[in-house]
């Protein structure tokens, strides 16, 4: 083979939304509770949810801080007081050398040390003032709330482009954040997992974490899932094999969370089958990269018949499943048409 085959498809980009079949009660607040965190702000409804479940306190000023940084200790007061009585922690008040044993954190701190949420560093100090980062924050929600994280881990696709190495140890916590909508891209498609988190963003987390647990984020995973098989078509046109995979990762994680709460809706295991046929989509463009024209032809074919499939369990799917036909099977005519010309060289 001489090179690469330039697969350039130009088809319609139009599409339409999924079915919205869940709804999402939306909490009201009679009054704001802080001063800096208006209806305005997207944090709003966390934070005064987060109040309301005792989970998070102003400062004596009537603020909350939201764009203050979370230190390591504050991120695991504030996850001990979800899941714990405060004021009844065993009285435990050695754990860390760096964790004095008369400071305001020491019980909660050495409580979740105790039940095996947190570890220290490799020298033993436990960093107390260190900003939190978004993966240290999820390893230790998650682990407070007990977390079976061993079925996502079988999803090992990149996720991202600062998240493309799935034996990195934050991967099940992140992609768990992803299958409980707790978390989404920015606007560069990065999930930042050093980032160190503000108070606001700390509350958005866990709110959506607890609503998630409730069962009303069904809906907003299928909202991002749509966005991203909407991201899929659009980087495969661009040739942006990476990308496409990565978005499909994340789709396959969000109708994973959404089934696990909505287990028998018809849309959700046809949405299932429809993120399998991308998968097999780009994995035959993938394939077709590296000139493995064989297995590219049989991925593609994989992709067409389980969008027929994906069409047997709801037609909220149709839009989509007919593009992955139209792709699935241009890929294979432009593969075919490349082995003829090889052939009659």
Request: hydrophobic letters at 40%.
């Amino acid at each position: 083979m001489r090179g690469c085959i330039a697969i350039l498809l130009s088809m319609d980009s139009r599409v339409l939304p999924l079915l919205i079949i869940f709804s999402i009660p939306l909490s009201a607040h009679a009054a704001q509770s802080f001063s800096d965190v208006p209806q305005t702000r997207e944090e709003y409804e966390a934070v005064e949810d987060l109040k309301t479940r005792g989970i998070v306190e102003g400062r004596p000023d009537g603020t909350f801080g939201p764009d203050s940084r979370v230190n390591r200790a504050e991120a695991i007061t504030i996850v001990v007081r979800a899941v714990a009585n405060v004021r009844n922690l065993p009285n435990i008040n050695h754990c860390f050398p760096d964790v004095a044993g008369d400071a305001w954190y020491v019980q909660p701190v050495c409580y979740a040390f105790d039940l095996d949420w947190v570890s220290g560093y490799p020298d033993g100090t436990f960093q107390p003032i260190r900003t939190v980062a978004k993966a240290e924050f999820l390893k230790i929600l998650l682990n407070a709330y007990g977390v079976d994280t061993v079925a996502i881990e079988e999803y090992r696709d990149p996720l991202a482009p600062d998240v493309r190495n799935p034996d990195e140890w934050y991967v099940p916590y992140l992609s768990y954040a992803l299958a409980s909508s707790m978390t989404a891209t920015d606007a560069y498609g990065h999930l930042n997992p050093g980032a160190s988190l503000t108070r606001g963003q700390v509350a958005l987390m866990m709110h959506r974490f607890l609503l998630y647990r409730e069962g009303v984020r069904t809906q907003q995973l299928l909202t991002v899932a749509e966005k991203d098989i909407r991201a899929v078509f659009s980087h495969l046109d661009a040739i942006e094999v990476d990308r496409a995979e990565e978005d499909v990762a994340r789709v396959r994680l969000a109708i994973f969370g959404a089934k696990e709460r909505q287990p028998d809706a018809a849309l959700l295991k046809s949405t299932e089958t429809l993120a399998e046929a991308l998968h097999s989509l780009v994995s035959a463009y993938r394939l077709t990269q590296e000139g493995s024209l064989e297995p590219a032809l049989a991925a593609s074919q994989d992709a067409y018949n389980l969008a027929h499939s994906a069409d047997d369990g709801s037609d909220a799917v149709r839009t989509y499943t007919d593009r992955v036909r139209a792709y699935a099977h241009d890929i294979a005519e432009d593969i075919r048409s490349y082995r003829a010309g090889v052939k009659s060289e």
